[in-house]
């Protein structure tokens, strides 16, 4: 399931979070939708979305069947998300992805889309994170945005898979558990639902902020 929630910081909201789902906090992963810094005379806001473990990896969408913008909301959108990129010197053109029940994606195609992606898709993830506030500001919380360029969050989740079931296989061998790269909430997830059926097996995130790390345990007899 997927709720959002507010604090002062990202702690409080987090704290926020795991009280009224009563859940441990490892039990959810979380993405930062808006970030304000506090000061003597404002406080600070952070609205964060949760997710929790029970929610499957997002399906593999079909190509919109009209890539052009569909109403004045995807209109700025793509268009936000353009001028974006451009400002910072790399030109692109823009056009939607999919459109599904509260998600709209965006495909970016750029000759410099290696960049634009990122290590990781680190460079990708916070372009979403900007166009992500840029919806809420529209009027539109309830829409998750989700940007890509060459296929990278396709590619990306079949090699997380890949990583996953052999992590898992190298955990059920050495009996030792191993400790994952910092990822993403969605990337997170991938990792954690994949080795959810595997019975001697059990993952856990690790750490602060977006980024944390999935660690990969055995948890049959030794």
């Known amino acids: 399931m997927v709720y959002e929630f507010d604090g002062r910081s990202e702690k409080e909201a987090v704290d926020i979070a795991a009280e009224q789902l009563g859940l441990e906090r490892d039990g959810f992963d979380v993405e930062i939708l808006e970030s304000q810094a506090g000061n003597i005379f404002k406080k600070g806001k952070v609205r964060i979305r949760v997710y929790t473990r029970d929610e499957a990896p997002e399906p593999r969408r079909e190509a919109a069947t009209n890539p052009l913008p569909d109403g004045e909301f995807e209109e700025k959108l793509l268009d936000f998300t353009k001028r974006m990129i ?3 010197g790399y030109p692109c053109e823009v056009s939607v992805l999919f459109r599904e029940d509260k998600k709209l994606g965006i495909r970016i195609d750029s000759e410099h889309a290696s960049i634009i992606i990122g290590k990781k898709g680190k460079n990708l993830d916070s372009l979403q994170i900007l166009v992500n506030v840029y919806a ?13 360029s060459e296929n990278y969050r396709i590619r990306r989740e079949e090699a997380l898979v890949r990583l996953a079931y052999d992590t898992g296989e190298q955990v ?34 690790e750490g602060e902020g977006l980024y944390k790390q999935v660690r990969v345990m055995f948890r049959g007899k030794v």
Do not use: A, W, Y
């Open 86 to 88: 451009v400002g910072m």
């Open 136 to 148: 809420c500001r529209l009027g539109h919380e309830d829409t998750r945005v989700i940007l890509d």
């Open 172 to 205: 059920r061998r050495t009996r030792q558990s191993i400790l994952l790269e910092p990822m993403n909430p969605f990337e997170r997830r991938i990792i954690h639902t994949t080795l959810n059926d595997i019975v001697d097996i059990e993952t856990k995130s």
